[in-house]
């Protein structure tokens, strides 16, 4: 039998220095990253940005790519010391009883921390909603420039994979778009890594 989801937990492509995260960007900054292997100077670092595990979470963002300003599906391969220390720096995105004391010292917590996590339902091929949950990991200040300048170790442009796979989803050959999918497995966290982003 299958071992059921748990309802919060970190699945992605990984290596054993590298995990992969996926972004959609209009063509004129998404273009520039995969051709230069990093960001380009017009890549505003100081402004809020989400990155997302979830190859599937990542397509019902933009749409497989076709949505105004995410016409360029990113992965993005960056170093797991860099994502373990975003996670450990991270906020909750919104209040959540009994993992924080009070409203206020959530909202001192979020305004302090350089990331912040959503966890929103993950999504089937067909990009409805499943019943576990997906990682969301909002970069900002500091967490953003060392995603940038520091923790990117490759940028490839994914985009005509992500038309290929939703040809095969339109065609309602689900085996065949399925088996491109990139292999995301559960990641490795350090013990109580998770423990302040999760009830």
């Not at 299958?2 to 209009?26: C, D, F, G, M, W």
């Not at 009994?98 to 917590?109: F, I, N, T, Y």
């Not at 994914?158 to 050959?173: E, Q, S």
């Not at 065949?176 to 292999?183: N, Q, V």
Request: positive net charge; glycine residues 6%; aromatic residues 8%.
């Amino acid at each position: 039998m299958e071992e059921e989801e748990p309802k919060h937990r970190i699945r992605a492509l990984h290596t054993a220095s590298t995990v992969t995260v996926y972004q959609a960007y209009a063509p004129e900054i998404g273009l520039p990253a995969a051709r230069q292997g990093r960001f380009p100077a017009s890549w505003k670092r100081d402004r809020m940005t989400w990155i997302k595990p979830s190859f599937l979470w990542m397509m019902y963002r933009c749409g497989w790519g076709a949505k105004e300003g995410q016409q360029t599906v990113l992965a993005v391969e960056i170093a797991r010391d860099g994502f373990d220390w975003a996670l450990e720096h991270a906020c909750l995105s919104h209040y959540e009883h009994g993992l924080h004391p009070d409203q206020q010292a959530w909202k001192r917590e979020l305004k302090r921390a350089p990331a912040r996590v959503q966890w929103d339902p993950e999504r089937d091929l067909n990009l409805r909603p499943l019943p576990h949950r997906s990682l969301q990991l909002g970069l900002t200040g500091e967490a953003a420039r060392r995603y940038a300048d520091e923790w990117t170790v490759s940028i490839t442009d994914i985009t005509a994979l992500a038309h290929r796979i939703h040809a095969h989803v339109r065609d309602g050959d689900l085996d065949a778009a399925r088996r491109l999918l990139p292999r995301e497995r559960p990641y490795p966290v350090r013990d109580g890594l998770l423990d302040h982003l999760r009830r």
